[in-house]
């Protein structure tokens, strides 16, 4: 069966929700995980529970001296870094007239400054070990919808990284993927439909991505529910 036995990666938004799953599903299957996020006490918590796989990285994501910091100590540590997972995520929603610039600011740097700088840095280190870059974008990446203007601007500007970091990194043999699931049962979507995907879900999704066989790059996956047909229109 396909692991992750002896890779490092980082998982930036890593203290919560999608991010933390992720991170136990990796230390299962043996991988060694720095999960970075701004809580400290959330990343110790988890890291708690696989203390021998699990290393908690306190770093701000659209920082740049923060995430070089994050990346050079992985490398320092484990001596190669072969995945990086672009997590972490925030979704301020409301119309345009009505969303305020700070909302528009924080969406751009967390959603797409945040997975650029965590890629600059650890590009070097990945092209020795022909890793991974996972991007979790979004089904509003790819279909915009009133309210989501500034979230859907960044997912849509994540799409178009992604789609840069392919065609600049084939040669090498790094791997991108990209993610874009609907509403997740997590703190981030608030109120999710009882129907919507769970963190576990995604998590399986990712997992088949990083462990694909020789040869075989999952290069975009959309991810939606299967809604109950007595809910279907």
Same mark, same amino acid.
């Given at each position: ?107 751009? #740097?967390?959603?797409?400054? %945040?997975?650029?700088? *965590? !890629? @600059? /840095?650890?590009?070097?280190? &990945? ?16 279909? #915009?919808?009133?309210?989501? %203007?500034?979230?859907? *601007? !960044? @997912? /849509?500007?994540?799409?178009? &990284? ?26 981030? !979507? ?44």
């Amino acid at each position: 069966m396909a692991d992750l036995q002896g890779k490092t990666a980082i998982i930036t938004g890593g203290s919560k929700g999608l991010g933390a799953v992720l991170a136990r599903r990796f230390a299962r299957g043996g991988a060694q995980v720095v999960a970075a996020a701004r809580s400290t006490d959330a990343l110790e918590k988890l890291a708690g529970e696989f203390p021998d796989h699990i290393i908690p990285f306190t770093c701000n994501i659209t920082q740049a001296d923060q995430v070089k910091s994050l990346i050079d100590s992985t490398v320092n540590r484990f001596g190669k870094l072969d995945i990086l997972v672009n997590n972490a995520g925030v979704g301020r929603f409301d119309r345009i007239p009505e969303l305020s610039e700070e909302d528009w600011d924080l969406m751009m #740097a967390v959603n797409l400054k %945040g997975p650029f700088l *965590a !890629s @600059k /840095f650890a590009i070097p280190h &990945l092209i020795p070990t022909k890793g991974h870059i996972v991007n979790v974008s979004s089904v509003a990446g790819t279909v #915009a919808f009133p309210g989501g %203007g500034g979230y859907c *601007a !960044s @997912k /849509f500007g994540l799409m178009a &990284l992604s789609d840069v970091l392919t065609q600049e990194l084939k040669k090498h043999e790094v791997k991108v993927n990209t993610i874009c699931p609907g509403s997740i049962q997590t703190e981030f !979507s608030g109120n999710p439909k009882s129907y919507s995907l769970t963190a576990e879900q995604v998590t399986e999704a990712i997992w088949h991505m990083v462990t694909a066989p020789e040869g075989v790059i999952y290069n975009q996956v959309i991810m939606r529910p299967q809604v109950p047909s007595q809910m279907q229109k």
